[in-house]
């Protein structure tokens, strides 16, 4: 079945520093990729998204590229703020199976320190 | 727009007693999502309604679980009885159509001891 494979946390960075945190997936089909980011205290929420191949989804200064050919949709952000510190998880929705649910990596909790 | 709510926030049960968690849905969302992530491990699905009516209840672990939406707007979960193994943080999602754009709730903490 699908899988998604992230690092495991925690990962602790200085303010302004570069951040990357690594995801692969397994899927049968046709995945949409996602990037979502749970707050302290907060829920998920939809941080970014890619649909197909070569794909490159961003917000908030945050970047990932839908990479078929290596199964891969690394998160990056350049300079991270205190403020990013939260958990982030990778996830994938097989796009050709009914009903579009979300399968889930493990999570990475980001701690940034000023 | 009120996002999805969840209640309660926080349940902390004995084990062998019952609990019932409520989702409400972005108003006009069809597709309604239950997920849990028990002891920091990845966030598992559960089931997916369609309006009232259970679309997918792959993810559902045993039938201690019941998952109802009467009339397609809010929907519960049960655990009864609940097991040690059932703590976790649940979730609720909700999606219009096939956007594949899930909003999440923030999630009820389930502790049973």
């Known amino acids: 079945g699908d899988s998604v494979t992230q690092m495991e946390g925690p990962v602790t960075l200085s303010e302004e520093a570069f951040l990357t945190i690594n995801c692969t997936y397994t899927?049968?089909?046709?995945?949409?990729l996602f990037w979502y980011v749970q707050y302290p205290g907060e829920g998920l929420q939809l941080l970014l998204k890619?649909?197909?191949?070569?794909d490159k989804g961003s917000n908030k200064g945050f970047e990932a590229t839908y990479r078929k050919e290596t199964t891969s949709f690394h998160l990056e952000k350049g300079s991270v703020q205190v403020s990013d510190s939260a958990v982030y998880f990778c996830a994938l929705s097989d796009t050709k199976a009914a009903g579009n649910k979300l399968t889930f990596g493990g999570g990475t909790r980001v701690l940034v320190k000023p | 727009e009120a996002g999805v709510t969840q209640f309660p926030s926080h349940s902390v049960i004995e084990k062998g007693q019952t609990v019932t968690l409520r989702c409400d849905p972005i108003s006009g969302h069809d597709n309604l999502y239950w997920y849990r992530r028990v002891m920091g491990k990845e966030i598992k699905f559960l089931l997916h309604f369609v309006k009232e009516s259970k679309q997918d209840e792959s993810g559902m672990p045993n039938n201690r679980f019941l998952a109802e939406r009467t009339g397609g707007t809010y929907s519960t979960l049960k655990v009864q009885p609940a097991e040690l193994e059932d703590s976790g943080v649940y979730f609720c999602a909700s999606s219009q159509g096939n956007s594949g754009n899930e909003f999440f709730g923030p999630g009820t903490r389930l502790t049973v001891l």
């Open positions: 899927a049968t089909g046709y995945p949409s």
């Open positions: 890619a649909t197909k191949a070569d």
